[in-house]
């Protein structure tokens, strides 16, 4: 059974670097099979989808968020990463792994994802 | 980028109610849709995918039609564990996007 696991600071200052990783376990990084995406929700609110990387280091972001966000793969430790910048309060959420089969279609279903992890932008 | 609406925003319902929740896309999506259950303090778990296959172990009360703009999610006969928030979202294109969500509550 593939389990995901976020990790990071639970607190980041306005205008610095929100830095998350999440680590895979029961299932390779590299098997090919997978998008490896990032999703979020603000306290309350609905959820955003931020972007995904493939096990090749391919990615792809939502335009909403491309200029301050940086998915990073490393696939000796099965883990990607997240990296957004120049964050103010509107990126307080719950930040969410999730992992979701590769298919023809290009299409993003989140079969599998990390229990969250609370992050609030604030001095 | 793909507004998906859904309604009710809420609703209150009884265990043994059949429960019925729409999701409506700003233009086509096919049938790239997928319905997701959410409890309090939990992350989404996958219900259905591409609008009408229930995903391996889920419960056969849970049931999805729809394609192009309108969807529907159906639950027939609603449980206790049922009530949470669902979320629609559309895997069409690039950025994915997610219904506002429904909260099914407990009349």
């Known amino acids: 059974q593939v389990q995901l696991q976020e990790s990071g600071p639970g607190l980041v200052k306005p205008s610095q670097t929100l830095s998350l990783t999440c680590t895979v376990s029961?299932?390779?990084?590299?098997?090919?099979?997978?998008?490896w995406s990032w999703i979020r929700q603000p306290p309350g609110k609905g959820l955003e989808w931020i972007g995904y990387i493939y096990y090749i280091g391919s990615t792809s972001y939502n335009p909403a968020l491309k200029s301050r966000v940086t998915i990073s793969v490393d696939t000796s430790k099965n883990q990607f990463s997240l990296k957004l910048s120049s964050v103010t309060a509107a990126d307080t959420a719950v930040y969410y792994c999730a992992r979701a089969p590769v298919t023809v279609a290009d299409s993003e279903t989140f079969e599998y994802w990390g229990q969250g992890t609370l992050v609030t932008v604030s001095s | 980028d793909i507004q998906m609406t859904q309604s009710p925003s809420s609703l209150s319902a009884s265990v043994g109610d059949r429960v019925t929740i729409t999701c409506r896309a700003s233009q086509s999506i096919s049938s790239y849709l997928n319905w997701y259950q959410q409890k309090p303090g939990k992350a989404p778990k996958l219900l259905i995918y591409a609008a009408s296959s229930l995903q391996s172990g889920v419960p056969s009360r849970f049931s999805g039609s729809g394609s192009g703009t309108d969807f529907t999610l159906t639950i027939t006969s609603l449980q206790p564990e049922d009530f949470a928030t669902y979320h629609c979202?559309?895997?069409?294109?690039?950025?994915?996007?997610f219904g506002q969500g429904t909260k099914v509550e407990i009349k």
């Open positions: 979202q559309q895997s069409y294109t690039i950025p994915r996007t």
């Open positions: 029961g299932g390779s990084i590299s098997s090919g099979d997978y998008y």
